[in-house]
């Protein structure tokens, strides 16, 4: 089966620690994405990769990192710097071509305790 | 700078009559649009998109959109709803230059009452 797949679907860490969230997809698409979504609010982009080895910013990549060593996986990192690091995290991933769609995995819940 | 407005923060119907949920979206340049739909603690399901070809676009379980550039426009619309339509829908725009991630309108509850 092809698809995204976010691991583990809900974690929980203690204020302080990092905390890497897993994105697979076996689509062989280029482009990946990470998005956070708070309670009553639309998504908002955390970092993107348009390449292998390459990502930009998103509109609040602050306390976030990541990483693509590997076109099929996009981890990302959420730091201690991250001031309220609580929320539903989602991953996309797209082709490259102006007509791409975004397919989303299933969410991960990272609660910071 | 593209938006996206959902007009409705909360949308209540009765299992069988139509659905309307509303979108407007601003943009200075011709925007590629989509519908997604997200269940409880779910991701995001994508119902349908518009790509500059036909204005009404018909998605996956009985939706529909019509693309309206003077309104600037681009209402969802079901005419029967069913209980399993309960959930969170989002309208969302894309730059289709450059950068090509999603700007988010901030969601629209579907209730759909027995």
């Known amino acids: 089966d092809g698809g995204i797949t976010q691991s583990p679907k809900y974690l929980f860490r203690k204020e302080g620690q990092n905390v890497t969230l897993s994105c697979e997809q076996n689509?062989?698409?280029?482009?990946m994405y990470w998005y956070r979504q708070d309670p009553g609010q639309g998504l908002r982009l955390i970092y993107y990769?348009?390449?292998?080895?390459?990502?930009q910013k998103g509109d609040i990549a602050e306390g976030y990192s990541v990483s693509r060593e590997k076109k099929e996986s996009f981890p990302l990192t959420v730091t201690s710097a991250q001031k309220n690091p609580t929320a539903f995290y989602l991953c996309?991933?797209?082709?490259?071509?102006?007509?791409?769609?975004?397919?989303f995995g299933p969410g991960t819940r990272l609660t910071v305790l | 700078a593209q938006s996206v407005t959902q007009l409705d923060s909360h949308v209540s119907v009765s299992e069988g009559t139509p659905v309307l949920l509303r979108c407007n979206y601003s943009?200075?340049?011709?925007?590629?649009l989509f519908w997604y739909v997200q269940h409880p603690n779910k991701g995001l399901q994508l119902l349908l998109k518009?790509?500059?070809?036909?204005?009404l676009v018909k998605g996956i379980n009985g939706f529909e959109a019509e693309f309206k550039k003077s309104e600037t426009s681009f209402h969802l619309t079901k005419p029967s709803a069913h209980m399993s339509d309960a959930a969170e829908y989002f309208c969302?725009?894309?730059?289709?230059?450059?950068?090509?991630?999603?700007?988010f309108g901030s969601g629209t509850r579907l209730q759909v009452q027995p």
């Open positions: 996309a991933s797209s082709m490259a071509g102006v007509t791409d769609t975004q397919y």
């Open positions: 689509l062989n698409h280029d482009a």
């Open positions: 990769s348009q390449i292998v080895n390459d990502f």
């Open positions: 943009s200075s340049y011709s925007p590629s």
């Open positions: 518009y790509t500059s070809a036909a204005t």
């Open positions: 969302v725009v894309r730059k289709d230059t450059g950068r090509r991630a999603l700007t």
